[in-house]
């Protein structure tokens, strides 16, 4: 669930309660939800947050990420010596400020979620709140020199998603399209396509488990993948018995900057991955604080992950190397180890478009690779070309080779059968020597005049002839082909705000003295003190070795006729665990949120 998915189910009203909040007032230009959106506007939010709330919204962080969770979850996952109240104070709070929302599925019980497109800005947040607290924790460890990195022998070069993108689509055009009576592609094509991926199953689930829908069990869990990162950007069409490519979407796609093209797919795969897997959340926002084209080992990536769920009871896995295998995969980073056999990674694009700085800059102003080729017929196109080009390319010829410079080869084998029928030889001519910056070997018009001799084309240059008019009544919805994650139609957002006090059932009932006293009481009423923090699952005040120490109860143990409370002490940024006798304290009394009575 998204902010503006929220925003465009609150009323003018409930959006202006949410601005009033005293942790917005930083900013004098900007309102929720706009504020929140900015580094520095969550930052000011945060250091203006409650203790308890900063607490909560750690935990959510650290342990849910964006997927929704229940109360009874959130308590749970606090580590010992976290106060229950304080954190359900702290959920009331983060629900006020518009950082945390209420929702329910269907007819099921009431969840609370943070927006999925703001947790990677809060995780920043975290981070950098938690450095000025301890300074082990940091949000880029070490880099590793270049001279101190040794190559994987088995990597070779892996094609960037997008590139991968390209060719399974020029593959898709060149196998077929045409869908089976079930409704699916051909057997042929399936295969043909998939092996155009660099990405396999394996690695898409190492991060986290992606289940197929009944529409997509035939496919390749990668393909499957792919075509749904297709039709999300509506490069393809459904039709009632084959799919289609939708050339303006598509060309429009291929002219775009290329680390804009690669930055917006990351995005996808992060929103894919986000929703699914609380480590995989973890794991993905630890690597978009990294720069790119910097080596990091990723033991020292592990250790940060671990320093940082400091208020989990139970610290979620790492999912950084799983994140690796398939970022690498999708030709995003690069893997290597250090001199000592350690494991080490890269970013070889920025992580973020908002990280991208100069290196967007650089990629900007930097000139496209130019097509070379030789006068026996070899055509060698660098992965730096227009994709425009290499898409012409890829549906003229077969490719003999990838890698970083791919290879093509001009010859009668070579040129794809839709080319000799749809385009001319003077056609491709012009287009290689466009593409080549130089006018073509003798040899090589032979070869491409011959091989087009026998031929009748319908358009004279490679790109010119569309590749498919269709009738927009044709369009069929597609069903995804992996199941979604949580989908933001089945839940129902609640804004209905439960009041402080109905956190604390029976106090009417209770004696104002346990409330605002600090008092010295006979034992028994020491325990029914001890017996209604637990209930409650809030905090005591108690006065002992001549000092006052805040104290969460655990539980009670009655043993040989005694009895004793099991907790943890508070302290300035810890907690003691302690099994305390009645007789250890002299003064006690309850700890509420102070808007209620507690001192």
Known sequence: MKVQEIVNRLTETQIGEISACPVWHSSETETWPNVMMSRSGSESAWAALSKQAAIALEVVLCAFGPLPFSEEQLLL??????????????????????????????????????????????????I??????????????????????????????????????LHVMAELLHTGMKRTTKGILTKRTILKCTEQLAVDSSQLNAVAELSLAASGEVYPLQLAFFLDIAWKNQWLYELQNSYAIHEEMWNSWLDCDPLERE????????????????????????????????????????????????????????????WCGLLCALGWMEAAFDEQGGKVLRWLIPPSASKTGDALLEGQARPEGQVQITPDGDVYVPSDCAYRTIWQIERLVTRKRTDHMAVYRLDSRGFKQDALLQEAGEGVIGFLESASGEALPVTVRAIILQAFAATTPTSG??????????????????????????????????????????????????????????????????????????????????SCEGAVKPFVPERIVDVDGRWSVMGHFVLEESYAPANLLPEMWQEMMLVLPTEIGSF
């Open 77 to 126: 996952a606090a580590r010992s010596g976290v106060a229950g109240a304080e954190l359900r104070h702290g959920l009331l709070q983060l629900m006020e400020a518009g950082i945390i929302f209420a929702v329910r599925k269907g007819w099921g019980e009431k969840q609370y979620l943070l927006p999925s497109d703001m947790y990677l800005t809060w995780y920043e947040t975290m």
């Open 128 to 165: 950098s709140m938690q450095h000025k607290r301890r300074s082990e924790i940091i949000p880029v460890p070490m880099e590793i020199e270049s001279r101190h990195i040794v190559s994987m022998e088995e990597s070779g070069y892996t094609p960037p998603l997008s590139l991968q993108c």
């Open 263 to 322: 930055t917006e797919l990351l995005k996808q795969i992060i929103g894919i991955f986000l929703e699914r897997s609380p480590s995989a959340a973890t794991g993905m926002a630890l690597l978009c604080m990294l720069p790119p084209y910097r080596w990091f080992r990723i033991t020292d990536l592990d250790v940060q992950h671990m320093l940082r769920q400091e208020f989990l009871s139970k610290p979620q896995s790492s999912a950084i190397s799983a």
């Open 461 to 542: 240059r490679p790109g010119n002839n569309p590749i498919k008019t269709v009738d927009i009544s044709e369009y069929i919805e597609p069903l995804p082909l992996i199941q979604n994650g949580n989908v933001v139609q089945t839940f129902e957002l609640l804004t209905e705000r439960q009041p402080l006090k109905a956190m604390f059932s029976g106090i009417e009932d209770v004696p104002t003295m346990w409330l605002k006293q600090f008092r010295a009481y006979h034992s028994s009423t020491r325990r029914e003190l001890m017996e209604l923090a637990l209930s409650w699952r809030t905090p005591v005040k108690l």
